[in-house]
């Protein structure tokens, strides 16, 4: 199935592109056109390492391909620091939005730390307010195109500073406002969840979800931090909790799994796990098994009934959509309709919306994979 110059693909004689589709784990300053931050560099008089579009999306693949988590967050170094004003915050969280419509998405929940986007001296309300200010007009621009196209942002802290409860009570005013959900994101291994068990305590009080990376560069020691100390309604990621199932035997597709109390709680509890095929190569996440497509447990976790979502975590990074990275899982796992509309499902699920809302979103996903 060949793979055109946009990501899409045709299957089934539907492209991949048209199909409904919900996208859980994408982070706003991951998802920056190389052309905006172009402009937006230039009127704060920031140098970029390459003036033009192609050349810095170029840039930033070949940065973000290191094996290192730590190493690929280096790059949204650039990103943050053309998103310090009103304007400049507006205008990423607009075009981030038509991005998502354009790529077929129905809901999409974006994540972003506020605590990153202060240095030209916004409040951290301000700054919330700019981004939800852009999101409406990414969906009102959708909606005139003819996309309808839904999006909640979650509120995220550093998981390397100590600011969490701050933001986590940002989180929750707000609530109904454009917040849907909270995060902590950053450098994983060594800033376990535990170091922000009042930010979560704090959230469990107030009935406010979380999701929180886990199991990308640390292991089942994080996810389990994640779900005890963080009470992860999701897990960003979890790739990594493939290491508590050991394969026993193999006769032809037949897989003998034992599995790890750790890997049937998030199984049986069907627990979505935000898994981000392109950006899990990149960041080393999937060393452990190998470092081609082939070699993720993306497949392996379907097959044993984990709530598996597709994401594509940071669309500037990895050069990516979410259309493309359907396209890679169908090219190397041979899925079939039946199977993507699986992984929609999952994700629809687990979106941080109220229950009829849920299941009026799946039934959109399940009226266009039908057309």
């Given at each position: 199935?060949?793979i ?15 199909l ?13 056109r ?5 402009e937006?560099a230039?009127?704060?008089g ?16 070949e ?48 994540r ?10 916004l409040?951290l ?19 005139r ?6 999006v ?6 550093m998981?390397?500073t ?24 950053g ?47 999701r897990?960003?990621?979890?790739v990594?909790?493939?290491?508590d199932?050991?394969v026993?035997?193999r ?7 034992q ?40 497949d ?32 190397t ?32 996903i ?6």
């Open positions: 199935m060949p055109d110059q946009h990501g899409d693909a045709i299957l089934d004689g539907l492209s991949l592109r048209s409904p589709k919900v996208s859980l784990h994408d982070h706003l300053d991951g998802g920056v190389p052309a905006t931050i172009i937006l230039d009127a704060i920031l140098d970029v390492p390459e003036s033009e579009p192609d050349d810095l999306a170029d840039w930033f693949a940065k973000s391909d290191s094996g290192s988590l730590v190493e690929y967050l280096k790059t949204f170094d650039l990103t943050t620091a053309v998103m310090q004003t009103r304007e400049g915050l507006t205008r990423v969280a607009r075009e981030f939005v038509e991005d998502l419509a354009a790529d077929g998405v129905i809901y999409g929940e974006v972003w730390a506020p605590e990153q986007h202060l240095a030209r001296g409040s309300d301000e700054v919330v307010a700019a981004v939800q200010e852009g999101i409406e007009e990414g969906e009102d621009a959708a909606e195109r003819g996309n309808d196209i839904r909640g942002q979650l509120i995220t802290a998981r390397h100590d600011r969490s409860l701050e933001i986590a009570r940002l989180a929750v005013e707000w609530r109904n406002r454009g917040a849907v959900g909270f995060d902590i994101a450098p994983e291994d060594g800033f376990p969840a535990s170091n922000h068990r009042a930010a979560f305590d704090y959230l469990a009080s107030e009935f406010f979800p979380a999701t929180v990376h886990a199991g990308e560069a640390a292991g089942l020691e994080s996810i389990r931090s994640a779900l005890i100390d963080g009470r992860a309604l897990l960003g990621h979890g990594r909790i493939a290491e199932l050991e026993v035997s006769a032809g597709e037949e897989v003998l799994v599995f790890g109390d750790l890997a049937r709680w998030v199984r049986d509890r069907e627990i979505p796990l935000e898994l981000s095929p392109s950006s899990n190569l990149q960041t080393g996440a999937i060393e452990r098994w190998g470092t081609t497509m082939e070699d993720h447990p993306f392996l976790l379907y097959q044993l009934g984990f709530s598996v979502t597709v994401n594509v975590d940071n669309r500037t990074m990895s050069r990516t959509s979410l259309t493309r990275e359907l396209a890679l899982l169908v090219e796992f041979e899925y079939g309709l039946d199977d993507l509309e699986a992984f929609q499902l999952n994700a629809a699920a687990g979106a941080f919306l109220p229950v009829e809302e849920r299941e009026e979103l799946i039934d959109l399940a009226e266009g994979f039908d057309a």
